[in-house]
């Protein structure tokens, strides 16, 4: 059983930068895809970035494409998102994702889950 943790949320004005953290546990992380959503009020959860277990790989909603970037440091059992550029409507929880399949992660249905991290851009 994987747990996950995100960390890193806060307020921010537009334009400026976060950096997310997902800190996993109880299993072996460097076998895990691994994935950020994020969700609006009101809405479904949205898919953001997606990075493969050896880091190799890195996929991005158009929406954060360039001012994005997920990474991961597989000694630390972490994943992050460097956020620049924010922008108000970047503002939501956004969750970190594990499955042992890159597909599964970014289609929104990896077995486990954080807790979510709260972001929100001021304008």
């Known amino acids: 059983q994987v747990q996950l943790v995100e960390s890193g949320g806060g307020l921010v004005q537009a334009g400026g930068s976060l950096r997310l953290s997902c800190a996993a546990s109880g299993g072996t992380f460097s076998s895990y895809a691994m994935g950020w959503f994020r969700q609006f009020p009101g809405k479904e959860r949205e898919f953001v970035a997606a990075?493969?277990?050896?880091?190799?790989?890195?996929y991005y909603a158009d929406s954060v494409k360039g001012r994005f970037t997920i990474s991961r440091d597989n000694a630390k059992n972490t994943v992050h998102l460097q956020m620049n550029s924010l922008k108000p409507e970047d503002t939501a929880v956004y969750y970190c994702?594990?499955?042992?399949?890159?597909?599964?992660?970014?289609?929104?249905?990896?077995?486990?889950w954080g807790k979510g991290t709260l972001v929100t851009v001021s304008s």
């Open positions: 990075i493969n277990y050896r880091g190799a790989y890195t």
């Open positions: 994702a594990a499955d042992e399949s890159l597909s599964t992660v970014v289609g929104g249905t990896g077995d486990y």
